[in-house]
C-alpha cells in the first residue's frame, strides 16, 4: 500500500482542516487505517484509528469530540476532519495501514506508512 497525505496547510485557532489519505493497492478496503501525528520534540502519537468497514472508531482523548474519522473504500482513501483546532495541534500527520487488523492505537502495529502533511495552527 502506497499512502498519499493531503489537506494540510496553516490555520488560525479554532478553525478546521480536513487531511486526505489517497492509498493504492485493491486490497485498501481490508486494512484499518489510522492517523498519527508527530509534533516537534514529541513522540509520534496515535490520533485516530478506523476498521476496515468503517463501523469502527477510536481517537485519543485530547481530539474527542472535535475530530472525525471516516473513509471511502470506492475511492480508496480515508479522512480525518479536524475542528476547533488548538495550537497543540501543530504536527506533521500520517496515515497508516494496518494490514493485519490487529486493532491497534500503536504506530508499531502499522505497516504502511504515507510521507505526512504539516498541519500548523496559530494562536
Known amino acids: 500500500v502506497h499512502a498519499v497525505e493531503s489537506g494540510g496547510g496553516l490555520v488560525q485557532a479554532g478553525g478546521s482542516l480536513r487531511l486526505s489519505c489517497a492509498a493504492s493497492?485493491?486490497?485498501?478496503?481490508?486494512?484499518?487505517m489510522g492517523w498519527f501525528r508527530h509534533a516537534p520534540g514529541k513522540e509520534r502519537e496515535f490520533v485516530a484509528r478506523?476498521?476496515?468497514?468503517?463501523?469502527?472508531?477510536n481517537y485519543t482523548d485530547s481530539v474527542k469530540g472535535r475530530f472525525t474519522i471516516s473513509r471511502d473504500n470506492a475511492k480508496n482513501a480515508v479522512y480525518l476532519q479536524m475542528n476547533s483546532l488548538k495550537p497543540e495541534g501543530t504536527a506533521v500527520y500520517y496515515c497508516?495501514?494496518?494490514?493485519?487488523?490487529?486493532?491497534?492505537?500503536?504506530?508499531?502495529?502499522?505497516?504502511?506508512w504515507g510521507q505526512g502533511t504539516q498541519v500548523t495552527v496559530s494562536s
Open positions: 478506523i476498521n476496515w468497514s468503517g463501523r469502527n472508531t
Open positions: 493497492g485493491r486490497t485498501f478496503s481490508n486494512y484499518n
Open positions: 497508516a495501514a494496518d494490514a493485519a487488523r490487529r486493532a491497534s492505537t500503536s504506530s508499531s502495529q502499522y505497516d504502511y
